[in-house]
């Protein structure tokens, strides 16, 4: 199986930036992506940044040119950048991975999600 830390979630000011970092580890053979998700109170989750294993990234519409994606995968992470953030970007953010895995002495590819963390930006 393959288990998701995050951290650098916390609570910043209008126009503030924070790093978030997502680790995965366990029985990984390949990370094909990583994604992060939000969920603000009452609303659905939605995609906000994606990288494939090849590098190429994509992001929601109202994030682009605030917030940048990027993995390491020697250490099999993906981290978000995020500048001039806004009190709209408000949510619980988790990290999504599509990772394949050794299971009963085969290959298995799956979709693994981490625990999220609380980003809030205060107006």
């Known amino acids: 199986q393959v288990q998701l830390v995050e951290s650098g979630g916390g609570l910043v000011q209008t126009g503030g930036s924070l790093r978030l970092s997502c680790a995965a580890s366990?029985?990984?053979?390949?990370?094909?992506?990583m994604r992060w998700y939000r969920q603000a109170p009452g609303k659905q989750r939605e995609l906000v940044a994606a990288i494939t294993r090849g590098g190429s990234t994509n992001y929601e519409d109202s994030v682009k040119g605030r917030f940048t994606i990027s993995g390491d995968d020697a250490k099999n992470t993906v981290y978000l950048q995020m500048n001039s953030l806004k009190p709209e970007d408000t949510a619980v953010y988790y990290c999504n991975a599509n990772v394949r895995t050794t299971q009963n002495m085969g290959l298995v590819t799956d979709d693994y999600w981490g625990q999220g963390t609380q980003v809030t930006v205060s107006s």
């Open positions: 366990g029985s990984i053979v390949r990370i094909n992506t």
